[in-house]
Structures are given as C-alpha cells and as structure tokens.
T-cell receptor
Framework: EAGVAQSPRYKIIEKRQSVAFWCNPISGHATLYWYQQILGQGPKLLIQ????????DSQLPKDRFSAERLKGVDSTLKIQPAKLEDSAVYLC?????????????FGSGTRLTVV | AQKVTQAQTEISVVEKEDVTLDCVYE???????LFWYKQPPSGELVFLIR??????QNEISGRYSWNFQKSTSSFNFTITASQVVDSAVYFC?????????????FGKGITLSVRP
C-alpha cells in the first residue's frame, strides 16, 4: 500500500510569513495526526483528527496554527504568522481507527526553517 | 504527564558490536502499548517493534530483541551485530487510550552511530 504522503519536503520562510503543509494519509485510515519534532527532541502531537472531526488539539498553538481535514481524507496544517521557534520537522501520521494500537504510519515529514 | 525517558542521548559503536538502547516509561494505565521507532536521516519514522502491557515475553526478531519488564517500567531494545545502516535516531514510545482515542507519546530519542 502507498505510504503517508507529505509535501513540501522542505520549506524556508521568514518570520511573520505564513506557510502550509499538506498530508495525504493511507487510504482507509480514519485517524490522522500532526506531530511537531523540534531538533533533538521526540515528536509532539499537535492535533488529531478522527475522519474530519478534531479529537485532540490541546497542544496546538491556536493563535497561529490551524489545521483542517476536509472530507476526512487529506489534511492541511497552516502556520500564520511563523515564529523562529516554529522551526521543526512536521510529521503527519495515520492509523486505522480500530488498529491504532498496532502503531501509526508516518510520512517523511516537512522540514521547516524560519529565518 | 506520563513520560517516556530515554536517558542515553548518543551512542557510538563499531560495526558488529551489540548495542542496547534503554527506555523507561511512566504509566497509570493497566493497558498500554510500547513501541520502538527508527528515524533514519531521511526523516521518516519507521516502526520496529511493539509490545502490549499484558505480554512480558521477550522476543528476538532477526538482529533485534527487546526486554520488557513491567516491574521496572523498562522496555529496552537491543541490536545484535550492528551495521552501518543501523545508524539513526531511535525513539521509544508509549501508547494509551483515553476513551476510544489512542495517544502515542515519544521519548527524546537516542542517536546511534555505527562506525565501519
């Protein structure tokens, strides 16, 4: 099966600019996750969708970050305006709703550099 | 927060050496799942192994083996006869459920360098 697709692979922007990342999960996976991985740290969950509804966004900085999952398939994560501390790898993952305990499948991530 | 602790930050070994990566977790749950993921330079997190809280049987899968001990809340991972391609960052992770929703939290990772 095709993996989790993410784009772009790399992005460099200036602070206060906006940026958007795209994710296409594995076909049929109802649950989609966005993680932020700052250099030298483990991934941290930003937001979790079940189909097109938000399940958990408790760690999403809502003043600047937003995410949507239209039609319960693709998802977009946006940052506006970006800050220097947003420099990180943004990982998208997906899982089957009833087999999440077998692990998530991760994409290759988008590496964001804010200068 | 219930943490996953990977006390080692960087390990360097020579090819063919065995290496053990340590992981200690906190949990208040009876049912949970433990994972090891590998992150090569390409950036993708690759699933390696999984263990549920009810099964403390330790296993070997090829060059990988793991030691799960609930009494010490540890889930250590061993690579036997390491190879240069094993060089990567390794993450231990714990999954628990809140209602019907899973939560996967990660440790900070261990950078493994295997020298030829």
């Amino acid at each position: 099966e095709a993996g989790v697709a993410q784009s772009p692979r790399y992005k460099i922007i200036e602070k206060r600019q906006s940026v958007a990342f795209w994710c296409n999960p594995i076909s049929g996976h109802a649950t989609l996750y966005w993680y932020q991985q700052i250099l030298g740290q483990g991934p941290k969950l930003l937001i979790q969708f079940q189909n097109n509804g938000v399940v958990d966004d408790s760690q999403l900085p809502k003043d600047r970050f937003s995410a949507e999952r239209l039609k319960g398939v693709d998802s977009t994560l946006k940052i506006q305006p970006a800050k220097l501390e947003d420099s990180a790898v943004y990982l998208c993952a997906s899982s089957s709703r009833y087999r999440a305990n077998y692990g998530y499948t991760f994409g290759s991530g988008t590496r964001l550099t804010v200068v | 927060a219930q943490k996953v602790t990977q006390a080692q930050t960087e390990i360097s070994v020579v090819e063919k050496e065995d290496v053990t990566l340590d992981c200690v977790y906190e949990t208040r749950d009876t049912t949970y799942y433990l994972f090891w993921y590998k992150q090569p330079p390409s950036g993708e997190l690759v699933f390696l192994i999984r263990r549920n809280s009810f099964d403390e049987q330790n296993e070997i899968s090829g060059r990988y083996s793991w030691n799960f001990q609930k009494s010490t809340s540890s889930f250590n991972f061993t690579i036997t006869a390491s190879q240069v391609v094993d060089s990567a960052v390794y993450f231990c992770a714990r999954m628990y459920y809140t209602g019907a929703n899973s939560k996967l939290t990660f440790g900070k990772g261990i950078t493994l360098s295997v020298r030829p």
